[in-house]
């Protein structure tokens, strides 16, 4: 872990973002970046997570970093509960995600991938974001936001780990804002559709609304900051979800299971 001379500078606030090493965890770094914040970015890429937070001190920021893998949870929590006792965080920002899709000619998604991709987009988020709500509701302030996604709207065979993962975090992030809004917590679920980063970069088939991972940013962080409870962006995304509610769901499954989209291994 990098740090910096914390007693160099006065810090007004502190943001930690998880899944920085690139995407819109990195883009988020960058936007958040200047004079007076102290940004904790944690990421698996140490090489990239460095140059994240290269871009971030050169805006003004003061930066720490911490290479971590988010299956091993009780380290997550751990680091976690450290960075915030050192000083406290204003704005948690979950943003680290797997989206591994079932690999060509398989039935489905391996256990392997399933045990993996439950940890990193739900059981880990879910460990950090209950800790940190519990200190924020004790200091009356503070944001969390977790990072979901249109496709846990939509039963994907093709990924069905994925959507129920996501799932899953957006259920835990609208039942915490309810616990949390009475201390001034705001919880924030994001829930993107298709974003130009090196996880959708991934993917061979048709990425239909695909948004510049900057601007998605900027949205992003605009909705943290207002302390918005709910984020489904483009918009079209709150339309195809109201479309398969409407469906019988055998008829959606249908036109579901004819999606055809094949997925690079990742670099």
Same mark, same amino acid.
């Given at each position: 872990?990098?740090?910096?001379?914390?007693?160099?500078?006065?810090?007004?606030?502190?943001?930690?973002?998880?899944?920085?090493?690139?995407?819109?965890?990195?883009?988020?770094?960058?936007?958040?970046?200047?004079?007076?914040?102290?940004?904790?970015?944690?990421?698996?890429?140490?090489?990239?997570?460095?140059?994240?937070?290269?871009?971030?001190?050169?805006?003004?920021?003061?930066?720490?970093?911490?290479?971590?893998?988010?299956?091993?949870?009780?380290?997550?929590?751990?680091?976690?509960?450290?960075?915030?006792?050192?000083?406290?965080?204003?704005?948690?920002?979950?943003?680290?995600?797997?989206?591994?899709?079932?690999?060509?000619? $398989?039935?489905?998604?391996?256990?392997? +991938? %399933? /045990? &993996?991709?439950? #940890?990193?987009?739900?059981?880990?988020? @879910?460990?950090?974001?209950?800790?940190?709500?519990?200190?924020?509701?004790?200091?009356?302030?503070?944001?969390?936001?977790?990072?979901?996604?249109?496709?846990?709207?939509?039963?994907?065979?093709?990924?069905?780990?994925?959507?129920?993962?996501? $799932?899953?975090?957006?259920?835990?992030? +609208? %039942? /915490? &804002?309810?616990? #949390?809004?009475?201390?001034?917590?705001? @919880?924030?679920?994001?829930?993107?559709?298709?974003?130009?980063?090196?996880?959708?970069?991934?993917?061979?088939?048709?990425?239909?609304?695909?948004?510049?991972?900057?601007?998605?940013?900027?949205?992003?962080?605009?909705?943290?900051?207002?302390?918005?409870?709910?984020?489904?962006?483009?918009?079209?995304?709150?339309?195809?979800?109201?479309?398969?509610?409407?469906?019988?769901?055998?008829?959606?499954?249908?036109?579901?299971?004819?999606?055809?989209?094949?997925?690079?291994?990742?670099?």
């Amino acid at each position: 872990m990098s740090r910096p001379e914390k007693e160099t500078m006065t810090v007004r606030h502190h943001i930690l973002i998880t899944g920085a090493s690139s995407g819109i965890g990195a883009a988020l770094a960058a936007y958040y970046a200047r004079p007076g914040v102290l940004l904790t970015l944690w990421g698996r890429n140490e090489e990239r997570l460095e140059n994240t937070a290269s871009i971030a001190r050169k805006k003004g920021a003061a930066v720490e970093t911490l290479c971590i893998d988010l299956t091993q949870a009780d380290k997550a929590l751990a680091a976690l509960i450290k960075a915030d006792d050192e000083c406290p965080v204003d704005i948690l920002i979950l943003s680290a995600g797997m989206a591994d899709i079932r690999p060509h000619n $398989a039935l489905a998604e391996s256990a392997e +991938t %399933a /045990l &993996r991709m439950s #940890m990193v987009n739900f059981a880990t988020p @879910v460990a950090m974001a209950t800790e940190m709500a519990n200190r924020m509701a004790e200091r009356r302030r503070g944001r969390i936001a977790l990072m979901g996604s249109v496709a846990s709207f939509h039963d994907l065979p093709l990924a069905t780990v994925y959507s129920g993962s996501k $799932a899953g975090i957006g259920r835990f992030s +609208t %039942a /915490l &804002r309810a616990a #949390m809004d009475p201390y001034n917590v705001r @919880v924030c679920l994001i829930a993107p559709g298709f974003i130009d980063t090196p996880m959708s970069q991934r993917l061979d088939g048709e990425q239909a609304f695909l948004v510049p991972v900057d601007k998605a940013a900027r949205k992003i962080a605009r909705s943290i900051n207002a302390g918005r409870a709910v984020l489904v962006f483009p918009w079209v995304f709150q339309l195809t979800r109201l479309l398969e509610m409407l469906l019988p769901r055998p008829i959606a499954h249908r036109i579901l299971r004819r999606l055809d989209v094949m997925q690079h291994p990742e670099g």
